[in-house]
């Protein structure tokens, strides 16, 4: 992997790059969205690239259970298995594993802290991680080791170091010791990485929640490994202005010269407060989750299909929209689909959201080109 | 439209044909698959169209509940607002509404005649029937007239009269009842046809269930009025050998120089029975459900995707199948996506499917021109 910058504006730190892979170039800042199961919700993988997704995020979690290791290394790999011919990133499989213990990111911020671990994770030690499949009930230990080698089996383009996720509600004390431990547990994971690099790239991510001086500890513990990249992982905080403050402070001991990702954050203000800072990558899948909840995207915001001002409107979703729902089909189509509650009406939603965050992505980048951001 | 006879077997009563209508042109015999609420389950206009199918069934009763002729005839027409070029037929919403009075037809025919009239439906007059909606529980009468000026606001190439849809366990005067009643409306739905003909064409729809004299009366009855072609409805019998021996019985009274349509029959087995009896068109939303149940259609019969044994076949559902699943997507993928409950396992497998039915009907066609059917 290279990382070639392209220009960084003189108005931010905003910069416009190259992310050079196996399976082409990533330009960047962009948008990367989430297919866990090795598809995105509702549009198949041949139309994903047509509508130019430079960057897929698949779920290690999830293929882990199904289809397994073996299934997608038997097949070639992950670009093989689900026909992707353009780049992969993996995640380590640990914010997965420790949702199931916290609860859900959205759940633990709302829960002030209460809520504790629950049956499906068995023991967290400093091997690993040991939890119980939700899918057949048999318990799956997930490793720092055990990770990387099946991303290894995966092939993405780009794969993630095992770390903990800690809660939100944490005390700093637990926090340093956990963060010492995701250290410890990222570069056991790059160790098996370097074993057989296979041509991937490999982000630390940086954790320290919302505390700026664990971040700056973390991402200068981090920068001192051969990393290719770096993500900023963990709890980014509870609200948007905690999340910037933390990332604007700890910004500058992020290698520069590296691509940064920012993990799980790619709404439209927060994507508007962060390519500014330096961002390069976001990923989410709240696009197409949206889209499944009739939420189309616009220049002037999002649109709910199933209001009845739509039902008569017999115009694309956006004039000069070029995605195929925009080229094909009326606002009043997509409201009676959603309406009549089918499948299609998912689908074309999809693909119009996912088009927006292209198109976005790509205005940014002719923005920061013209110092304008 | 214009019916063109191309060939006509020396081998059986099997015809090649094509329909001429103003979206298009119907190669017969052919598959029509239902798109009930303007769109097939799982796969938009467009792809429907690149797939090769050439004639898509939309049912009026469900268009006229959501969106509302309205919106459609404000649309510009059912091809505008689905954004459909080619042909659609629509039936009169008859089929639907005493569904609701009698059950479907397969708990029907399970019932052996004890199921009665259920609240949706409030009266079966001359006039026609009172219906509640069930979306919003507004009260609907549906008669010829209203039917047939429902199919004018949506503009379909082929319409269907409005008819009574008696059920498999009826006594004989109250069959003969029924029918005589169906004749009135069918007759009552060409008259409101005639005085707009509107570049559609009117198909009569036969009745008299399974009893051969009743389906010659009826045949006899209709082909005295200028429709356009011949639909054969209502209960086909119980088994397939009762369709097909009702079918024998009563085709020779079916004008020949006219295009035919059995309704809502479209499995393989009928197929291979009913196109050498000289069937023209074939309608049924099987493909599409069985897709989205992981049935996938192969010359060698249905295969079930869920099925242990395609984890890991890397290899296209049909080798030689060029339809865009086939082109992209393996078992293994299929079979993994139906497990992780993923959207586009139904619109990949019904893509197939589809795909499976057209080419059927393709490999028919070429068959009866070699006089082999």
Redesign the interface.
Known sequence: MKFELIHQSKKSKARVGKIHTPHGIINTPNFVAVGT??????????TVTQIGLELMFCNTY?LLL??GRE?VR???GLHK???RTLPIITDSGGFQVFSLAYGSVANELKSKGTKKIDGQVLDISEDGVLFRSYRDGSKILLTPESSIEAQKDFGADIIIPFDELPPYHIEKHLLKESLARTHRWEIRSLNTHLKNPNGQAIYAVIHGGVDDELRKESALTLREHPFDGFAIGGSVGKTKEEMITMISSLKPYIPEEKPNHLLGIADLSSLEACVPLGIDTFDASYPTKAARHGALLTKNGAIKITKSIY??K?EPIEKDCTC?TCQ???L??L???F??K???A???ASIHNLHFMCKLMHSFREKILNDEI
Chains 1, 2 share one sequence.
């Open positions: 199961n090795g598809t995105l919700k509702g549009i198949d993988n041949v999830h199904q289809p299934v038997e097949a070639g298995f689900i026909h039902a008569k017999y195929p094909n089909y009326t009043a189509y409201s009676h689909l309406k009549a089918e499948l299609t998912l689908t074309l």
